[in-house]
């Protein structure tokens, strides 16, 4: 594949002035690469979630405005129990088989690791006293989750990418637990990359309710067998959404206990929390690219760009805290 | 001390001859001499091996708990996977080359067996399919030469013990209709709470107090034979014990109800010790005429999954057929729980009844 031939390097710009260029919210179903039809995937598809894959395909036409170096990815399907795990080992090329849906998704990858950021933020977790740990054994198999995600957003995958494993806290002690976590890593990676000089993509790569059907059609993209698991998980979903797009996601990360205990929600893994919190809590909405089912779990393609990073008109956008929005022109 | 199989097994034509417990975790396999603990851990899988070498298995039989499932179970069906494997936890302690022997025609026949008792299964032969640490860390330990072909069943996340113990007895359907006898094992920890800091393999230890005396008490029953009171006692377990990752604690469920649901084995534990704070036992179970006790069992043992009754459904249709208001679907109640509830003298193998409790 091209980009093993090509070595990618990130496009350093001055250390000390690195940024968090927009964060996204970007699950990962091994449905959606399935329907691409990838030349890397080795199943094929007739078709299939097509609301997901058109609301990527509107964000990665947004995210192509914003110059970026390296896309930062936080996995749950990297669990690990004794701290975060940081990928590092420069290049890792492999077959991915998602454990569940083998049937879907055996995946030819080939990525480049950004190693020097990785290890950044490792050492300024090592400085905040968060336990992480840095993976460089060149056999590891990257996990099926960072791979659907780093193909979503960027399919060529011509930059490199580092990707943080999902610290299992809340399953280990409670999610309140996990939140403080997540907020302190969130806090840990924006010191990182500005000290990195990177400019970087945040991807917190997970669904919303994850309630998934226990049983697999005969034809896995026969659209119309696919819904939500029930009524009460789109509920908490859209509830979800609104507070994204009316950019209160202060208030968003504050409910997303509840929010998780409700909907089994994948934000178990803190993503969505590790990612506002490196972005400040944005009080400029997200745009929401779209929303779809996959085997019966809630997932929102959105992403939040600070208005400086944007190339939109000269409007300055007034967000409050209620989620109106009000205009004014600049002098 | 090793325990002679063929005086055992020749009292009943039950097709497993021997349960195992064993942990998953990488370190026995590859730093026992990080920590005499795990080379004590070490050492008892090579007894297991040796009697397992010893047996007249034809079938290594693994439910384990680190293959997690959402589609019902799969069972490894690839004749010879083959990979390198590297511990997403522990990555930095090397890498495992393996190559298994795995006995598809049974995995196909258990598969059938499982869908006929009303599960939804499959199995799984795909090139690269990632099978779990624990089950490659047991078979490269007991089973180095893969002298006996094995096969290896996930835990369903969402799976609670009726379908688990239905899953063990189409195992049974299974080996009974090929004429095999099998040795069963769990991938398991007792406890499963790691320490959540980098602690040095020579200050290892089980990571609390409280998990530690839910261990003994564990290994106490095993010790005496009594695998289905600890069955019946994984609901507790898991409250007291367990980081709770998945539903439920279920590996005792699938080896009680795979090996016969009673108390009526000979237990030996070979070793526990902590690895990573976890309590890491490993235990083996031989059947045995007669019981150190056996009590009245408060859960039953369905021997068909009739489905979820999806209590959480706002649809009045669906929950109608368990209105009490409603005469006519009482029956439909009472039907519906009589399929999946038989009395507990069914339970009994009518072959084995001549082992009567003391």
């Known amino acids: 594949m091209k980009q093993s031939e090509t070595k990618i390097k990130p496009q350093l710009s001055t250390p000390g002035k690195g940024k968090i260029v927009a964060g996204c919210l970007a699950p990962h179903p091994p449905h959606l690469v399935y329907a691409e039809n990838p030349p890397q995937n080795e199943p094929r598809a007739e078709c299939g979630w097509e609301t997901l894959r058109w609301a990527y395909e509107s964000m990665r036409k947004d995210l192509s405005a914003l110059e970026h170096d390296v896309l930062i990815i936080l996995s749950p399907h990297w669990r690990t129990y004794v701290g975060t795990h940081i990928l590092a080992t420069p290049h890792l090329k492999s077959l991915s088989v998602d454990p569940i849906f083998p049937n879907l998704f055996r995946y030819h990858y080939d990525i480049q690791v950004d190693v020097e950021l990785a290890e950044t933020i490792h050492t300024v977790c090592q400085e905040r006293k968060i336990p992480t740990k840095l993976m460089q054994n060149p056999d590891f198999r990257v996990d099926y989750g960072t791979i659907v995600t780093g193909h979503m957003v960027n399919p060529a995958w011509d930059k490199p990418i580092v990707v943080l494993s999902s610290n299992c806290v809340a399953a280990y002690y409670n999610l309140d637990r996990m939140q403080a976590l997540m907020m302190e890593l969130g806090e840990a990676t924006q010191e990182a ?46 509830k979800m959404i609104q507070l994204m797009k009316a950019g209160r996601s202060k208030e ?46 809630g997932n929102v393609v959105a992403h939040w760009a600070p208005p400086e990073n944007t190339s939109e008109d000269k409007t300055k956008k007034v967000y409050s805290q209620k989620g109106t929005i009000s205009h004014e022109r600049n002098a | 001390m090793s325990v002679t199989l063929k005086s055992q097994t020749s009292h009943s034509s039950h097709p497993i001859i021997q349960g195992f417990v064993l942990p998953g ?102 090139h690269g399919f990632p099978i779990d640490s624990g089950s490659i860390v047991a078979l490269k330990l007991i089973n180095p030469q893969n002298r006996i072909p094995a096969v290896i069943v996930s835990s369903n996340i969402y799976s609670d013990r009726a379908e688990t113990v239905v899953l063990a007895k189409a195992a049974v359907s299974a080996l009974k209709e090929q004429g095999k006898k099998a040795i069963a094992v769990i991938i398991s920890t007792l406890s499963n709470r790691l320490h959540s800091t980098w602690v040095p393999p020579e200050e290892d230890k089980i990571h609390s107090l409280k998990d530690n005396e839910w261990n003994l008490k564990i290994l106490e029953f095993l010790t005496k034979g009594r695998l289905e009171d600890v069955a019946q006692l994984s609901r507790q377990i898991q409250r007291e014990a367990r980081v709770k990752k998945v539903t439920n604690f279920k590996p005792f469920w699938w080896l009680s109800s795979i090996m016969g649901s009673h108390n009526r084995y000979q237990g030996q534990v070979y070793e526990y010790q902590p690895i990573c704070g976890t309590g890491c036992a490993v235990i083996g179970l031989t059947p045995a005429p007669r019981a150190a006790r056996d009590l009245e069992f408060d859960e039953d043992a369905p021997e ?3 489905g979820e009754r999806n209590v959480l459904s706002a649809s009045t249709e669906s929950i109608a057929e368990f209105s009490s208001q409603n005469n006519d679907d009482n029956n439909a109640f009472t039907h519906s729980f009589s399929q999946e509830s038989d009395s507990p003298e069914s339970h009994t193998d009518p072959e084995e009844s001549f082992c009567e409790n003391k």
């Open chain 1, 193 to 238: 990359v500005e000290k990195s000089g990177r400019r970087a993509l945040l991807l917190a790569s997970h669904s919303l309710s994850h309630r998934h059907f226990t049983v697999e059609n005969e034809l896995p993209e026969d659209m119309s067998q696919e819904h939500i698991t029930n009524h009460s998980l789109y509920l908490w979903d859209m």
């Open chain 1, 252 to 297: 968003m990360i504050n409910l997303i206990p509840d929010f998780t205990e409700q909907t089994l929600a994948e934000t178990e893994s803190g993503g969505l929390t590790w990612m506002m919190k490196a972005m400040n809590f944005p009080s400029y909405p997200a745009k929401v690219h779209g929303y779809g089912t996959v085997i019966g779990t």
């Open chain 2, 25 to 126: 975790l990488v370190h026995p396999l590859l730093c026992p001499e990080a920590n005499p603990g795990y080379q004590k851990v070490r050492s008892a899988f090579e007894k297991v091996k040796e009697d397992i070498e010893r047996s007249s298995a034809d079938l290594i039989l693994i439910y384990s708990t680190m293959w997690p499932s959402i589609l019902g179970h799969q069972i490894q069906a690839n004749p010879e996977p083959e990979w390198t494997l590297v511990d997403e936890e522990f990555h930095d302690l090397g890498s495992i080359p393996y190559k298994l022997k795995i006995d598809a025609d049974f995995a196909q026949a258990y598969n059938r067996h499982a869908q006929e008792r009303g599960l939804h299964s499959r199995t799984i032969a795909y």
């Open chain 2, 304 to 306: 068909f999954y009739t």
